[in-house]
Nanobody, 124 residues
Framework: QVQLVESGGGLVQPGGSLRLSCAASGVTMAYYTIGWFRQAPGKEREGVSCISSSDGSTYYADSVKGRFTISRDNAKKTMYLQMIRLKPEDTAVYYC?????????????????WGQGTQVTVSW
């Protein structure tokens, strides 16, 4: 059974950094495309970044390009989202997700397995 557990969220000042982690169990990570999503209060869940299982290609939402970096360590079954230069509008619950597909996409429907989420708050 697939289980994903996020960690690393918290309160950070604007301009600060955080690194989110997502530990997977019950899967062979190398076969899975992984993604990070976020959901702010009153808004729909949106894709932030993904990394393909086939060739390691990455994709970022325009709002985070140049500030967020997605990575994976298949041996540790862990994925990461490094976030720098954080802004108040980055405040949201962040979710990791995986799916056994070679295609990297940022639609919620592209992923079938989800973590429980971790809160990121960017504020003074």
């Amino acid at each position: 059974q697939v289980q994903l557990v996020e960690s690393g969220g918290g309160l950070v000042q604007p301009g600060g950094s955080l690194r989110l982690s997502c530990a997977a169990s019950g899967v062979t990570m190398a076969y899975y495309t992984i993604g990070w999503f976020r959901q702010a209060p009153g808004k729909e869940r949106e894709g932030v970044s993904c990394i393909s299982s086939s060739d390691g290609s990455t994709y970022y939402a325009d709002s985070v390009k140049g500030r967020f970096t997605i990575s994976r360590d298949n041996a540790k079954k862990t994925m990461y989202l490094q976030m720098i230069r954080l802004k108040p509008e980055d405040t949201a619950v962040y979710y990791c997700a995986i799916d056994r597909t070679p295609r990297c996409g940022l639609a919620v429907s592209d992923f079938r397995s989800w973590g429980q989420g971790t809160q990121v708050t960017v504020s003074w």
